[in-house]
């Protein structure tokens, strides 16, 4: 291996069967919660991960026996890890559930790849697998897929023209990735990049023909809108339509993948003001609430938990927890 190429292997077959899955989840802990049972860990757990990095790219081969990660808002206020990542469907079963309310659950039994954007909560449980993944910096994504953060929790697999490209790439980016150089290595992790995107783009409509181009514009203007007046309480369904200058009906067509536009507010608001009370563990609930506005403590409660599924409280002690774990 070329000393310019980042490359790792790890096993768990070398420790002790009672450490095993704890060993796996503090290889991966720094950006992932990983549940252990009294079961596992009386059975032992296998997993190996081998990783190669190159140009701010991370790619990944992993198998491993049955378990379940998240990556909860707790999780992600308190560390930067903030890439798109493809994680790629080759054996075993693959249960992944998205978005705060209404959630998305994407059931993967073939081939295919989920999109994840590492800013926003997961949770994953997997039976005995074989995975690839690859880990990008936004700024590879973003020329190609404007808006990549809302393709989180969606699936694809290899059934239109661009993306039935993608098994052929893969099988040859395993193959010859041990021996490539550092920047033989960067080139071909970012074409894969690139092709994934495009395919992402394609399936969901953002990318491709004029009408797509349009799409991903209303989409844009429409999002930065509400986030930059997300703390306003007349930030209404009607505001949002008075200002984008579209029908009801493409407005809503616009947000329906996130549940729709009503959830679309609601779930910022929410993401926003669990990151305050990270950010100021002092501050009065009641206070977050109405910054963000929300019109009482008891409807922020609700909704929280129902999103979060724990109170403010709580997720206030889980990001302390989480913080004083590292």
């Not at 669990?274 to 008891?298: C, K, M, T």
């Given at each position: 291996?070329?000393a310019a ?39 032992g ?91 990008l ?7 190609v ?25 893969l ?50 203007a ?59 563990p002092?501050?009065?609930v ?37 913080n004083?774990?590292?």
């Amino acid at each position: 291996m070329p000393a310019a190429f980042d490359y790792t292997h790890f096993d768990t077959l070398g420790t002790v069967p009672r450490e095993q899955l704890p060993v796996w989840r503090e290889r991966v802990g720094h950006f992932l919660d990983v549940p252990i049972s009294r079961r596992q860990l009386a059975d032992g757990f296998r997993g190996t991960i081998d990783t190669y990095r190159a140009g701010g790219m991370a790619f990944t081969g992993c198998r491993t026996d049955p378990v379940a990660q998240s990556r909860s808002v707790a999780r992600i206020s308190t560390d930067n890890v903030r890439q798109i990542v493809f994680h790629i469907a080759v054996e075993g079963t693959f249960e992944t559930t998205t978005g705060l309310y209404p959630k998305r659950v994407a059931l993967q039994t073939r081939p295919g790849i989920l999109a994840l954007d590492m800013n926003q909560p997961m949770r994953m449980t997997r039976g005995p697998c074989r995975l690839l993944a690859l880990f990008l910096p936004r700024a590879i994504i973003d020329p190609v897929l404007p808006e990549a953060e809302s393709i989180h929790g969606r699936v694809i697999e290899y059934q239109t023209p661009l993306a039935r490209l993608i098994p052929a790439q893969l099988s040859e980016l395993c193959r010859t990735l041990p021996t490539m150089d550092a920047s033989a290595a960067q080139e071909a992790l970012h074409t894969c990049a690139l092709l994934m995107a495009a395919a992402f783009g394609k399936e969901t409509g953002l990318t491709g023909s004029a009408r797509a181009v349009a799409r991903t514009a209303m989409f844009t203007a429409a999002r930065r809108y509400i986030d930059a007046n997300l703390g306003q309480p007349d930030l209404t369904v009607d505001s949002v339509l008075a200002m984008s200058q579209l029908s009801r009906p493409t407005l809503y067509r616009l947000f329906e993948p996130e549940g729709g536009l009503h959830a679309y507010i609601r779930n910022r608001r929410l993401r926003e003001a669990a990151d305050e009370l990270h950010r100021h563990p002092r501050r009065p609930v009641i206070e977050v609430a109405y910054g963000w506005g929300f019109n009482s403590a008891s409807d922020f409660n609700r909704a929280f938990k129902r999103a979060y599924d724990m109170s403010p409280g709580d997720f206030r002690a889980a990001a302390s927890a989480i913080n004083a774990w590292r």
